[in-house]
Structures are given as structure tokens and as C-alpha cells.
């Protein structure tokens, strides 16, 4: 039973003939000091935490004082290195202008040599194309060839198979049954 103050102060206790029940009184002291005693180990409870806490954070500033010690100390070899690259950098531009001239030339001569490829390259493509076009025009001439053969067999076997009649249509009586000849 959790007794928080509000219940303490609101408790009223059954009088008797010789004043309070006993039995509910002791309980109630009980459960009052069952809860005091939760909250006196509660209360220890956070403060060790707090001291952990405490101690952690201790640590942390620590690494953090470190951090900023090892940052400062990257900063100044990064700037050195920065400078050394600038300069490095430089020497290499100047090489890089020296040989620009020679590799100027000889991209632009190897240029033309793929833009000769490229223009034979261009007629080959134009002859497999036209060589192409002529064997699809083929080849939907056969099609169509195919296709024209395939109705007339079909036309042929519609004629095989259609009845025929011992005598004119226009003389045959109406009334009459038809003889089949097959």
C-alpha cells in the first residue's frame, strides 16, 4: 500500500469504547513506514547514481579538455600540411605547363586519327544498313509470299470441303429433301 501525505493527513480511524482499533492503527503505522522505508532506499539509490553521474560527467569533461587538446593540435598540422600541399601544388603546375605543348600536340594528332576511324566507321554503318533494309525487304517479301499461299490453301480446302447438290438450287422443290452428294 502506497501512503502518499495527502492520505496521512486526510486518516480517520473507528473510535471504540476505549478509542482507536488498535488492529487499524497498527496497520496503518506499517504501511506508513513500509513507505518511509521505500523512500529512505529510494532516496540512496539516487544518490548513488547522482555520485555515478557525477563521476561520469567528471570523465567526460576530462575527454572533452583532451578533445580540444588533440583538435587544436589536428588544426596546426592540418594548416602545415595545407601549406606544404600549396606549394607542392604549384611545382606541379609549373611541370604540368611544361608538358602541356607536347600533350596538346600529340591528343590532336591522335584526334584526327579517330575522327579518320570515325568517318569509316560512319560508311560501314551506312553499308550494314542498306545491306540490312535489303534482307528485311526480303524477308517481308517471303512473309507476304507465305501469307499468300497459306489463304489459298485455305481457300482450297473450304472448296474441298462445301457440299454439293445432285441438282440446280433453282429447280429444287422446297418441300423436298435435299440429296447430298459427296
Not at 501525505?5 to 473507528?14: A, E, G, I, S, V
Request: aromatic share 4%; no cysteine.
Amino acid at each position: 500500500m502506497n501512503v502518499s501525505p495527502l492520505d496521512l493527513r486526510q486518516q480517520k480511524f473507528r473510535s471504540r469504547l476505549r478509542g482507536f482499533d488498535k488492529v487499524e492503527v497498527a496497520s496503518f503505522l506499517t504501511a506508513v513506514a513500509e513507505d518511509y522505508e521505500a523512500a529512505l532506499r529510494e532516496t540512496d539509490r539516487l544518490r548513488q547514481d547522482l555520485m555515478r553521474v557525477e563521476a561520469l560527467l567528471n570523465e567526460h569533461r576530462e575527454h572533452e579538455r583532451n578533445l580540444k587538446n588533440t583538435l587544436m593540435t589536428a588544426q596546426k598540422l592540418a594548416e602545415d600540411i595545407k601549406a606544404n600541399a600549396q606549394e607542392e601544388a604549384r611545382r606541379i603546375v609549373r611541370e604540368a605547363e611544361g608538358r602541356s605543348d607536347f600533350l596538346l600536340e600529340k591528343t590532336q594528332s591522335r584526334l584526327e586519327d579517330i575522327q579518320r576511324e570515325i568517318d569509316g566507321l560512319k560508311l560501314k554503318r551506312k553499308d550494314v544498313e542498306t545491306s540490312i533494309e535489303a534482307t528485311i525487304g526480303t524477308l517481308r517479301n517471303t512473309l507476304e509470299y507465305v501469307h499468300e499461299q497459306e489463304a489459298r490453301e485455305r481457300d482450297d480446302k473450304i472448296l474441298l470441303h462445301r457440299p454439293r447438290y445432285s441438282e440446280p438450287a433453282e429447280s429444287r422443290d422446297p418441300h423436298e429433301t435435299r440429296k447430298i452428294v459427296g
